[in-house]
């Protein structure tokens, strides 16, 4: 390596110390007995750009040469000056005074100082920073300026050639290299020159340095030629206002202005000086010289380029300094976007680059073998099921689509995710190449299958499973038998057996008018029963999970359920069915003894939340007779309920956990159980309800049940519906008979005895009130809600008002009547907390006593 | 998914199977326990659960005392809905039947 001109060839002089001799610095005792040869360690090599590095060879360009430019400009501005009659220091010195006023702030340095800055923007900086104010006004030559700054060395020499003898004349630089213009170009700086000349001073000096300017571009390419700084010291004039901004356009237009500026000149000379103005533009001219040294500085490169433009400068400098700026700024942004998106190319192909290390590690037989694992871990038989969610999930989300099951010919689907509305274009695409492949390799698997004609589907599909680990796996201790679980055991009944019991249950249920206590005791079946200790929850648990799975196979079985009907694939496709929704029926236990268990396994079975809603779909499945069967066994256990045993719980005031679920399970109740026992009690005859009724009673305590949700609901809906009855207006069923209503109405006797005197209690508002503790909590309004609560007892009193007699309705008003003068009362006067429970209030009584044919209206309290 | 339980209870998850939609005790690492209404589970032992009130138990170091004796705090804190991720499951059960 060689720097400053060092003689570098010192190696080669060890190897040839005969050379060595020659160089003046040869002193060295390479290859001598002492020395220790570290010369040959070091790298030599790579000498060969040195020149081009630091010069001393051939000629090395003037990009850079920028007080070389400058010195040529010097030659030109001189070469210019002879065209005008006065000399520009004669004139400088007759306003000296109003110059440096003008630029007065002036650091009074020498003007050279300024050269001595090699980078471009910083030289600009300077030279406008000072050049400004410099007191150059006297063109006093400075010697040997030029060398001080000048290192590219060729054009220096001419530079103080030129610099120092300001005015001798030239010839005339710009004659030698002429330029063509367009007509257009002309007439822009002609514009360009008017304005200015309206505005700019007219002092003799200035016609000079504005040629002077003019002259300075030239021909040099790089834009640091900005710094005429002759032409700024000694023309104060605002003319550099145009020039200043634009160095770079400097170099194609300024030539081209020469001969224009310098008629121009002519009249400029007769203008008036205006000082204010100049002062104006001189802060004009420090703004816009700011920006082009940040141009220079951020755009670099780029930004020279597109600066250089010839269209862009010519439209630059016809522009205002504020169009100017925004074409500057939307430069800018072009090329800073431009370096984003080079960063961002630059970091893509990185990340590739990166990655790219790992390719073809794995050879296609890897590929397709994982493709083989993934595959055979979704290909499915039955793709409903294994990937249930999804499958249902996309059949509400595209209703109307036909069936949301991604199948292969019919070999099957992939247990995954169907193909919904997902984005479109790329994902979609691979889904489907997805299902191509994994349909040609199903194929492919299938055909091997075929050829080999033995072994299971998927064995090797994961590779051969060696026989170690096949014996490591722990070996199996538990044996647990299909089928041994208790819970099922017992739930092969005889159903035939049953099924006769339970007509006959009805057929007594039937003659629960005359007699009711008969109804049960009456059971032929009663003698065999064996008393079992009631399921535990655990054991109604695994029934419960029992029967979904049954639940599951059926309606999986609908939806396989052949086209054809008269084929035997439906016949055997029937028996399954049927065989399935007997099995559900059986494991219900709806046929099991009444007296087996109190509860009865029915009963346990619907106490979980998700038996109650598995009922109705158990009930759909079956068929009429039994729902009916399931209905009376029902309303014989009634009072077995877990939401009725509960319902107590209800009444506490304070918020348990406990009365949470209470409500969340007679909510269940009322959602799910209840809609079924609706649509049975519509259809039923009379002497069903009464039947229903009598088992009521038999089965305990009426008042209790009475006292809850569900069973004031069952209660309203018996009493509606032989209203209903009664008045006829219902045609699918035949009038009730004389006998019929007879048994009904000892019924109804029946039950109305044994609600009065209760009915108040019927209120959960007054049950709530009454369980208060006494104290200040007693005189406080009770809970909120309570009036809605309410109402359905209201309905029931309706209900119970339409099918009483005379002295029935008498009887209930006069036990109600305290009950409804407070709601009335209190809706009146206003001590209800708002709007809405004063409404309800009222509404509740309305209820009631529109079905007396009263109304709340007619109250005078 | 279908056979299952129609066969008996064969895998620990058949277990907690049982317990879908019924209130379950969940006890988790970082000295938290749940009680829920279990409504799903993977294999993994992520559950999602309602109406669940989460119990932790915080051990505050009472001044002079030595190390390991402090006063144990249960902190309470109610979720409408909750998912639990399985690393943090200890144990899942039925609630203990007063």
């Not at chain 1, 030559?141 to 001798?168: C, E, I, T, W």
């Not at chain 1, 220079?296 to 010839?310: R, V």
Request: net charge negative.
């Amino acid at each position: 390596m060689s720097f400053f001109g060092f003689d570098t060839t010192l190696d080669r002089d060890k190897r040839n110390p005969g050379e060595g001799n020659h160089e003046n610095i040869a002193v060295y005792t390479f290859g001598e007995d002492g020395y220790d040869a570290l010369g040959d360690a070091l790298d030599e090599g790579l000498d060969e750009l040195n020149d081009e590095t630091f010069g001393g060879s051939g000629d090395i360009g003037k990009d850079f040469d920028y007080a070389g430019q400058t010195g040529t400009a010097m030659e030109k501005l001189h070469v210019a000056a002879p065209e005008y009659p006065q000399p520009p220091i004669q004139v400088k010195l007759d306003h000296p005074s109003s110059l440096e006023a003008l630029w007065a702030q002036a650091s009074p340095q020498p003007n050279h100082k300024q050269h001595r800055v090699p980078s471009a923007g910083r030289h600009v900086e300077d030279s406008w920073g000072r050049a400004d104010t410099s007191p150059m006004v006297a063109p006093a030559p400075v010697p040997n300026h030029a060398h001080k700054f000048d290192p590219f060395s060729s054009d220096a020499a001419n530079f103080g050639q030129g610099y120092s003898p300001v005015l001798s004349p030239r010839p005339p630089v710009h004659h030698a290299q002429p330029r063509i213009r367009t007509l257009q170009e002309i007439e822009m700086e002609q514009l360009a020159l008017a304005q200015q000349a309206r505005l700019s001073s007219s002092v003799p000096s200035l016609s000079n340095s504005m040629s002077h300017l003019s002259m300075g571009g030239s021909e040099s390419p790089s834009f640091g030629r900005y710094h005429h700084e002759p032409e700024y010291t000694r023309s104060p004039s605002m003319a550099n206002q145009q020039y200043v901004p634009d160095e770079l356009e400097q170099q194609l237009l300024l030539q081209a202005q020469q001969q224009q500026l310098l008629q121009l000149q002519q009249h400029l000379l007769q203008q008036r000086h205006v000082q204010q103005q100049q002062q104006l533009l001189q802060q004009q001219q420090q703004q816009l010289t700011a920006q082009a040294v940040a141009a220079a500085y951020f755009g670099g490169a780029p930004a020279k380029a597109i600066l250089s433009h010839p269209d862009l400068m010519e439209h630059s400098l016809s522009m205002d300094p504020e169009q100017r700026e925004a074409v500057m700024t939307e430069a800018m942004r072009k090329i800073m976007e431009a370096e984003r998106m080079e960063e961002k190319r630059r970091r893509k192909a990185f990340k590739i680059a990166q990655m790219s290390k790992y390719n073809d590690i794995m050879t296609q037989s890897d590929k397709d073998f994982i493709t083989r694992i993934q595959v055979s871990q979704l290909v499915t038989q039955d793709p409903y099921s294994e990937d249930f969610y999804a499958q249902v999930f996309s059949a509400l989300r595209s209703r109307g689509d036909t069936g949301g099951v991604i199948k292969f010919g019919s070999s099957g689907g992939i247990g995954v995710g169907v193909l919904g509305h997902r984005g479109p274009g790329r994902r979609e695409n691979a889904m489907q190449k997805m299902q191509a492949q994994v349909e040609r390799i199903v194929n492919a698997a299938k055909n091997r299958e075929k050829e080999k004609g033995n072994s299971a589907a998927l064995q090797g599909a994961l590779g051969r499973v060696s026989g170690r680990s096949y014996k490591a796996a722990p070996r199996q201790l538990l044996q647990v038998e299909p089928g041994s679980s208790p819970v099922l055991a017992h739930a092969t009944a005889n159903t035939k057996e049953d099924n006769k019991a339970h007509e006959a249950r009805e057929g007594v249920a039937r003659a629960a008018a005359q007699a009711e206590r008969e109804a049960l005791t009456g059971d032929p079946s009663a003698g065999e029963v064996v008393r079992q200790p009631p399921l535990t929850h655990r054991q109604v648990l695994v029934a419960i999970e029992a029967l979904y799975d049954v639940m599951l196979k059926i309606e999986q079985l609908r939806r396989d359920q052949p086209e054809d009907e008269e084929s035997q694939l439906f016949q055997r496709w029937n028996a399954a069915h049927e065989e399935l929704i007997e099995k559900l029926w059986v494991d219900f236990k709806v046929m099991v003894p009444l007296e087996t268990s109190d509860p009865h396994p029915f009963i346990s079975l619907i106490a979980p939340i998700k038996g109650k809603r598995l009922l109705p779909r158990l009930l759909q499945a079956v068929s009429q007779p039994r729902r009916n069967l399931f209905f009376t066994l029902l309303v014989a256990c009634f009072s077995q309920l877990d939401v009725v045993r509960d319902a107590p719980l209800l009444d506490i005031v304070e918020d348990t956990r406990e009365k949470r679920d209470v409500e969340k399970q007679t909510e269940a109740f009322l959602v799910s159980v209840f809609p079924t026992v609706l649509g049975l009690v519509k259809h039923a005859p009379l002497r069903l309800i009464s039947g229903m009724l009598g088992l009521l009673f038999d089965g305990g305590d009426l008042l209790n049940i009475a006292r809850t949700k569900p069973g004031l609901a069952l209660l309203t809906i018996l009493l509606s519906r032989v209203v209903v009855l009664k008045e006829g207006s219902s045609n699918e069923t035949e009038p009730p008979t004389p006998e019929e209503l007879q048994q009904w109405q000892s019924i109804f006797e029946h039950l109305f005895l044994l609600l009065s005197n209760h009915l108040l209690s019927l209120f959960p508002s007054t049950r709530v009130t009454t369980s208060l503790p006494f104290g200040p909590g007693y005189y406080v309004q009770p809970p909120k809600g309570l009036d809605f609560a309410d109402q359905p007892v209201w309905q029931f009193l309706a209900a119970l008002a339409l099918n009483a007699s005379m002295t029935q309705q008498q009887a209930l008003v006069t036990e109600l009547r305290e009950k409804v003068l407070e709601n009335v009362t209190s809706a009146n006067k206003g001590w209800t907390a708002d709007e809405t429970e004063r409404q309800a209030k009222i509404a509740n009584v309305n209820l009631f006593l529109h079905a007396l044919g009263l109304d709340s209206s007619q109250i005078v309290l | 998914m279908a056979d299952v339980p129609s066969q008996g209870v064969q895998e620990p998850f058949d277990l907690i199977r049982l317990s879908l939609s019924e209130r379950v005790f969940v006890k988790l690492r970082g000295d938290r326990q749940l009680t829920g209404v279990l409504h799903a589970y993977d294999g993994h032992m992520n559950l999602i659960m309602s109406d669940v009130e989460e119990t932790i138990m915080i051990v505050e170091p009472v001044e002079g005392a030595p190390e390991g004796e402090g006063i144990v705090r249960a902190v309470k804190r109610n979720l409408d809905m909750l998912f639990v991720r399985g690393d943090g499951v200890i144990l899942v059960s039925p609630p203990s039947r007063t």
